[in-house]
């Protein structure tokens, strides 16, 4: 009995090219090229790119460098995309900074703690107990001042690094988001960093500023 040729067997480019046809769709040259692959080749590849991830999940258990530089690039890789995407768009309208007072870190801290010594709460007493909670108050105070010179709310990025720069305080962007918030909302009419706070001669005696959603003492990790 005669052996059937492989020549008479439809291979991958016949199928391919079957389905160029009147009203198929035509494939392109990544999928035919993915349907011209070895099987056996296919298979390598997945079993590469698998032993990859798992080498790389545990590389990132055991070394928290390796771990740090894999994030940095995610963040990067985030970056390039939303400038991506933000081409073309209308910018957005820069935020408006909290109007603050002129004091130097010690004054910010002193006005701070005699604000908190007024309030009642369970809170005010709380960080009046932690002096490491105030001074990192006092230090977001003197760079958020500093970087809304011009009128324009200061960014977590830029209150982060000269956090960082003039006081060596590390802190993470919820951490700085915190920072912030807080730092405006002691400095609304009442907080212990209005404006006008030193003029009243009269604190609030609440044990936080008024602001609407904003919380007066939010809890700040350890450095």
């Known amino acids: ?22 009203g198929a769709p035509r494939l392109t040259a990544e999928e035919l090229a993915f349907l011209l692959r070895d099987p056996e ?5 997945e079993e590469r790119a698998a032993r990859s991830n798992r080498n790389r999940t545990e590389r990132r258990a055991s070394d928290p460098a390796y771990a740090d530089r894999l994030r940095a690039g995610d963040r990067e890789r985030q970056r390039r995309r939303r400038r991506r995407e ?24 002193s006005r701070l703690a005699d604000h908190l010594r007024r ?42 690094a000269l956090l960082k720069s003039h006081f060596g305080r590390i802190a993470t962007p919820s951490q700085v ?23 009243s001669g009269k604190a609030d005696t609440d044990g936080h500023a008024p602001g609407g959603d904003r919380p007066g003492i939010p809890p700040l990790p350890r450095r």
Not at 9 to 20: E, K, L, V
């Open 1 to 22: 009995m005669d052996r059937p040729d492989a020549s008479d067997a439809p291979d991958a480019a016949d199928a391919a090219a079957d389905t160029s046809g009147a």
């Open 86 to 109: 933000a081409i073309g768009r209308p910018e957005q309208p820069e935020e408006e900074a909290v109007p603050l007072p002129d004091l130097t870190v010690d004054q910010a801290a």
């Open 41 to 45: 080749q296919r298979a390598r590849e």
């Open 119 to 160: 309030g009642g709460t369970a809170q005010a007493a709380q960080l009046r107990s932690r002096p490491d909670r105030i001074a990192a108050y006092a230090e977001a105070f003197a760079v958020y001042r500093m970087l809304s010179a011009a009128g324009v709310r200061p960014t977590r990025g830029a209150l982060a």
């Open 177 to 199: 988001q915190k920072l912030r918030d807080h730092v405006e909302s002691f400095a609304m009419p009442g907080g212990p960093w209005s404006p006008t706070a030193g003029m």
